[in-house]
């Protein structure tokens, strides 16, 4: 449900940017520190293009996530 209502905020948001309604993280505007997601983004792109240590000063979760998901992956496809 957190997860969901992020992403309805975000695309609200992003709508209606060039008005001046962008407001960023709503968990980060209301309890004034970054929500386990800041950064994520700028986190897996630096991690996709290599440079491993950016990604984890951006988001520490987001290289440690990719590792859980890969493992996933493989160990789906090895059952298949």
């Not at 975000?10 to 993280?25: F, Y």
């Not at 491993?52 to 493992?71: P, Q, R």
């Amino acid at each position: 449900v957190a997860c969901a209502s992020g992403y309805v905020w975000l695309a609200a948001s992003s709508m209606h940017a060039e008005e001046g309604v962008w407001r960023g993280c709503l968990f980060k505007q209301f309890f004034h520190i970054p929500c386990p997601a800041c950064g994520s983004t700028r986190a897996l792109i630096a991690l996709c293009q290599g440079h491993w240590k950016e990604s984890l000063l951006l988001n520490e979760w987001c290289l440690t996530g990719s590792i859980d998901v890969a493992g996933s992956w493989v160990d789906f496809i090895g059952y298949h």
